[in-house]
């Protein structure tokens, strides 16, 4: 059985269900040695994995260069299937100019990742009533609505950017912050796409919580799902701590993996990895198929 691929969203863009996610945690490309981030691609793009995402703050923007070098060896393979997404995180000193930061972020990353156009670029930041230096979760500052949806904001360095040919889709992000400011992010229409908090453990995204323990985000990949938006899961293994529990029914990796993918809504679930066998054990998690409601109900 091959990897599926699903919308993403209203984009007319193919991605794999299971996302190559090139962040910190697991750190393949923050820190992996140069011979096995390419074959770890190469392993990747043979199962099916068609979806790669980054930003300039994975390892202080160690994981675009990394993944551009490697993508660079690899353009003769890769094909017109292949999707690469990065993000924009503002500091809080450069929101006297936002409009300014976000294209010399993009152009950073541009020739970081040695492409001429990036698929999908999506702001990192998170959105609350006021500036504040750091958000409670998340990179960057925390940006106030304006600051994105206002003159010579982040959106409208993006449409230049856009017009220029240097982007293709806009993303936005979901879970830290505040959860119905990000939710009229999701309403303004702009964005294509979501990164969601979406896991065993904070099904949020999607469902009212059952109590005051788990955060709400306030079912923002529902919202946007019904936007025509495409919604990327992110953290469905919890930074790793799913993957040691011993509550499931099923093998841990698996249980997350597969939950993630039982959601119709979802577009793609990002999966970090630090070698080649963790992900080979992601694509046959998602190969499985999705999980019945009683399987769902148990966990």
């Known amino acids: 059985m091959a990897l599926r691929k699903r919308p993403l969203g209203r984009t007319g863009l193919q991605v794999s269900e299971i996302g190559f ?8 490309f923050t820190r992996g040695a140069p011979a096995l981030q390419r074959a770890a691609v190469a392993r990747a793009l043979e199962l099916g994995i068609s979806h790669f995402d980054t930003a300039p703050v994975y390892g202080d923007t160690a994981s675009e260069t990394n993944l551009g070098a490697v993508l660079h060896d690899m353009r003769d393979q890769l094909g017109p299937a292949v999707t690469l997404a990065t993000k924009v995180a503002l500091t809080f000193d450069e929101l006297d100019d936002v409009y300014g930061a976000v294209i010399r972020s993009v ?21 609350g009533p006021l500036r504040a230096p750091k958000p ?12 994105i949806l206002g003159s010579r904001g982040v959106v409208d360095a993006f449409c230049a950017l856009h017009a220029q040919g240097k982007v293709g889709y806009f993303g936005c992000c979901a879970f830290g912050g505040d959860a119905l400011l990000a939710r009229d992010l999701i309403a303004s229409g702009v964005f294509d796409t979501v990164l969601v908090h979406y896991s065993l ?21 529902a919202l946007a799902a019904r936007s025509g938006m495409g919604t990327i899961a992110v953290r469905i293994l919890e930074a790793g701590a799913l993957a040691k529990s011993e509550s499931t029914i099923l093998p841990p990796v698996e249980a997350a993996i ?23 054990e992601a694509v046959r998690c998602a190969e499985l ?11």
């Not at 152009?107 to 998170?126: F, P």
């Not at 993918?261 to 080649?276: K, M, Q």
């Open 107 to 127: 152009e950073g990353s541009l020739r970081r990742l040695r492409r001429e156009r990036i698929d999908l670029i999506q702001l990192h930041n998170r959105v």
């Open 289 to 299: 198929g999705p999980l019945s409601a009683t399987e769902i109900g148990s966990l």
């Open 136 to 147: 409670d979760i998340g990179s960057g500052a925390q940006l106030a609505l304006q600051d």
């Open 258 to 280: 597969r939950f993630a993918l039982s959601n119709p809504e979802v577009s793609t679930a990002l999966v970090g990895f630090s070698d080649i066998g963790q992900i080979e």
């Open 201 to 221: 453990k904070n099904r949020s995204s999607w469902e009212i919580p059952p109590d005051a323990s788990v955060r709400d985000y306030g079912q923002a990949g």
């Open 21 to 28: 996610g090139c962040g910190m945690m697991a750190g393949l």
